[in-house]
């Protein structure tokens, strides 16, 4: 399909969250971006993973839940720009209701990021040599999204096992699964647990 390199992926994650870095050799993007007030572990993890800081691109929230997204703003200081869907924007401001003075969280700010939209997605990351796009898979949040990579695999952060999904959100959640899967969707690798194959997600 592309003559991209092959990717790999490892986790950098902690406190029962996972943090995927995407790598194409040394081009890379990082899927959630650790726990409020731990820039210190995240760094830790990174290094002991071997992955310099620097050669990351983009960081990338799922969402903009606390566990997610808590050090985006830290990250961007540390030097890797914060890449935003547009309709994330609004759950950036809203996710503030959920923190606490000690989580020593950093906000936020929105006139530096790079926001781009879900069609623009894949020529962003094919400029960092992934093979893949960005895809609304809301159900968990309406800010969701996946990052779906042309080998199969993908990031789906909190996006509810269909198994979980409350009444209220049965449907957004199964349509959001069967989008994965008309895509092409293989391999998950969810925001918290081990990696799965994706026929265990869709029943149909
Ligand atoms: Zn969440």
New binding site residues.
């Given amino acids: 399909m592309s003559n991209l390199a092959r990717v790999t992926v490892v986790n950098v994650g902690y406190r029962s969250t996972n943090y995927w870095v995407v790598s194409a050799g040394t081009s890379r993007l990082l899927v959630d971006l650790g726990w409020p007030g731990t820039m210190s572990r995240m760094l830790a993890y990174l290094t002991r993973m071997d992955v310099p800081l620097e050669q990351i691109r983009y960081g990338l929230a799922t ?1 903009y ?1 606390i ?2 997204a808590g050090l985006a703003q830290e990250l961007k200081r540390a030097g890797v720009p914060l890449l935003v869907l547009d309709v994330q924007v609004p759950a950036i401001q809203a996710m503030k209701t959920w923190i606490k003075p000690q989580d020593n969280y950093v906000d936020i700010t929105l006139q530096d990021n790079v926001t781009i939209s879900f069609p623009e997605s894949r020529s962003v990351l094919e400029r960092i040599g992934i093979a893949g796009e960005i895809v609304h898979t809301p159900g ?2 309406d800010d ?1 999204v996946s990052l779906l990579l042309d080998d199969g695999s993908v990031f789906t ?2 996006l509810t096992h269909p198994a979980f999904a409350g009444e209220a959100d049965a449907e957004i959640v199964a349509a959001s699964w069967r989008l994965l899967r008309d895509r092409g969707a293989t391999r998950v690798y969810p ?1 918290h647990g081990p990696v799965r194959p994706m026929h265990a997600d869709v029943a149909v």
């Fill in positions: 969402h839940h566990d997610h968990h949040s969701s952060g909190d925001g």
